[in-house]
C-alpha cells in the first residue's frame, strides 16, 4: 500500500479489493481448519461412545450369564430338576437365520422363519443388531408360529418369534 499516494483511484479501489479478498481467503483456511479440528474431535467422541456402548453390553451380557448361573447353581434336595431359563424371543427374520438349525419334522421352517436356532450363530452380523441377539443363556428355540403372527399382525413383517429354554444339569458335588 505504499504507492497509494501517487495511484489513481481506480488503482487504490483495486489494491483494496484485492486486500479484502485476501483477507476473505485467510478467514476461510481459518474456518477450514477449524471445521477439521471440529469434525476430528467428533469422529474421536464418536467412536469413544461406540466404545462406551460396546463396554456397557459386554457387562449387561456378563451380568445376565452370571444370573443365569445362579438361577441352575442351586441343588435341590429332592432330586426334582432345576429351574432353567426359558422364555419368547422375537427378532428379525435376518438375524434369526443366523441361528439357524436343522428344520426337523417336530420343528419344521414355517412363515419364512427358521423352525430352530442354535446357540450361536453360524454368521456374522452387523454391530448395530448387537441389542436384540437371542439371549445368551438360550440352548434351544423352536419357533412360535403364534407369537410370530401376532407380532407380524403389529406391523413387524421380518420378524420370528422363538420359545427358547437353557440345558440344566444337576451340579456335580
Known amino acids: ?3 497509494l499516494a501517487c495511484a ?7 489494491e483494496r479489493r484485492l486486500e479484502q479478498a485476501k483477507q476473505r481467503e485467510q478467514a476461510a483456511r481459518a474456518a477450514e481448519q477449524a471445521g477439521l479440528a471440529i469434525r476430528a474431535q467428533d469422529e474421536a467422541a464418536a467412536k469413544a461412545a461406540l466404545e462406551f456402548e460396546r463396554e456397557r453390553l459386554r457387562a449387561m451380557q ?3 450369564d452370571e444370573l443365569a448361573g445362579e438361577l441352575v447353581a442351586g441343588d435341590r434336595d429332592d432330586g426334582a430338576p432345576l429351574r432353567c431359563p426359558s422364555g419368547e ?5 435376518a438375524i434369526a437365520e443366523r441361528y439357524s438349525g436343522e428344520p426337523s419334522s417336530d420343528h419344521p421352517d414355517a412363515l419364512g422363519c427358521p423352525g430352530t436356532l442354535l446357540d450361536r450363530p453360524r454368521s456374522e452380523g452387523s454391530r448395530m443388531e448387537l441389542a436384540n441377539l437371542p439371549p445368551a443363556s438360550m440352548a434351544y428355540a ?19 418369534c422363538y420359545a427358547w429354554g437353557s440345558l440344566c444339569d444337576r451340579p456335580t458335588q
Open 1 to 3: 500500500m505504499i504507492g
Open 62 to 64: 456378563d451380568e445376565v
Open 89 to 93: 424371543w422375537c427378532g428379525m427374520k
Open 8 to 14: 489513481s483511484p481506480e488503482s487504490q479501489a483495486a
Open 142 to 160: 423352536t419357533l412360535d408360529p403364534e407369537a410370530t403372527e401376532a407380532k407380524r399382525d403389529q406391523g413387524w413383517s421380518e420378524s420370528c
